[in-house]
């Protein structure tokens, strides 16, 4: 099995092409009806291949957004709310929920909206879907928004149920989005004057799972959080051989300022420019000086570094990486495309770029040095 991306007339696809399958009346049902939460499907036979096409015009993966943002609470419980309509869907097509792919880079949303959507793939079928979603759910807390405690005690909840064995997903699901953290829970108790402070302490200590996450799972989690984090400033500086506990909080005598010091002069050194795009179109486009990776473009500024503000342009349209000390562009889908040398790149297509390329982002055309 292939699995490659195509960009074709007015839409985006995300192509597997296999051999003609024992499946074909899955994929009949694929094409003949639009089953809610999966994504618009086409399927072709050309020289005895069998191509299944999944239209991903204007939309993201989950794993490509999450490199921009964090998940916040809505955000998720629309996620988790639609593999739950999704799954009751593919039921009453006959399709098997198994055969739904759950893996983050085939999960697509809307930019605007962040509604997901599903591919439905019978040959992909290697596990369950409760091994699949323990898999998503594991991804999912590791991309939640930090700040948001609640959130992730909810997450965390998630996913401490999935490490049941044999576990129902549907109830996973229906409780992790009937969810009230274990803090709302005592506000609650503590509006009625009659019920006993005993009481609310054994009503917390029986709270089944997934809701129990604050007090034992919650606070490892975080501290594992800002561990990784203190890690990966240490591996930055090499100089430093501090024990790592020791930063993971601030101590009560010391300034910010002090503090934060060697983060600040590291943020310095890591926005020298190396490299620019220069505008060349009219309509007095920015010059982009790029000080860091990744670099995207596009029009939406809640998303892009490098903003342009065209109509053809999209939310995230493209994006510039380095690797080994080679700079690469990346078409991210956009939907009327990227170029270099008025050669089209395909969706999601990586070329390396030289000094000097010209690099046109729909009809925005811009130098590279």
């Known amino acids: 099995m292939q699995e490659y991306y195509k960009r074709e007339q007015n839409r985006n696809c995300l192509v597997f092409e296999t051999e003609p399958s024992k499946y074909n009346y899955k994929y009949k049902m694929l094409e003949q009806y639009e089953i809610s939460g999966l994504l618009p499907c086409f399927i072709l036979h050309i020289d005895n291949k069998m191509k299944v096409q999944y239209d991903i015009s204007s939309k993201q993966s989950l794993t490509r957004i999450c490199e921009k943002r964090q998940i916040d609470a809505q955000s998720f419980q629309g996620l988790v709310s639609q593999i739950q309509k999704t799954y009751c869907e593919l039921e009453r097509y006959f399709l098997n929920p198994d055969e739904l792919c759950l893996l983050p880079e085939y999960i697509y949303a809307d930019m605007e909206n962040l509604q997901v959507k599903f591919c439905y793939y019978p040959e992909r079928k290697s596990k369950s879907i409760e091994q699949s979603f323990h898999e998503l759910a594991e991804y999912l807390i590791n991309h939640l928004d930090y700040n948001d405690k609640e959130l992730i005690e909810q997450g965390y909840g ?63 989690f975080l501290r594992k959080i800002k561990r990784e984090d203190n890690l990966n400033e240490e591996e930055e500086f090499h100089g430093y051989e501090g024990d790592v506990a020791s930063v993971t909080e601030v101590e009560e005598d010391e300034t ?70 080679e700079i690469f562009l990346t078409d991210l889908n956009s939907t009327n495309g990227t170029g270099i040398n008025e050669e089209p790149l395909e969706a999601n297509q990586t070329v390396q770029l030289k000094t000097g390329d010209i690099i046109n982002f729909a009809q925005v055309y811009y130098r590279f040095v």
Not at 271 to 296: C, M, N, Q, R, W
Request: glycine letters at 6%; proline letters at 4%.
């Open 158 to 220: 998630m996913y401490r149920y999935t490490q049941q064995e044999n576990y129902d997903m549907l109830n996973c699901i229906r409780q992790t989005l009937q969810f009230k953290s274990i803090k709302h829970q005592a506000k609650e108790y503590n509006e009625c004057d009659d019920f006993p402070e005993k009481e609310l302490k054994d009503a917390n200590r029986q709270m089944p799972e997934p809701r129990v996450a604050e007090g034992r799972f919650l606070s490892s």
């Open 256 to 325: 910010e300022d002090e503090y934060y010091g060697h983060t600040v002069l590291l943020k310095e050194n890591k926005e020298k420019s190396l490299h620019y795009l220069v505008a060349l179109s009219d309509g007095g486009y920015e010059d982009f000086s790029i000080t860091k990776f990744p670099f995207v473009i596009g029009k939406g500024k809640d998303w892009a570094d490098g903003v342009v503000p065209h109509s053809l342009i999209s939310r995230i349209h493209a994006q510039l990486e380095e690797l080994d000390g």
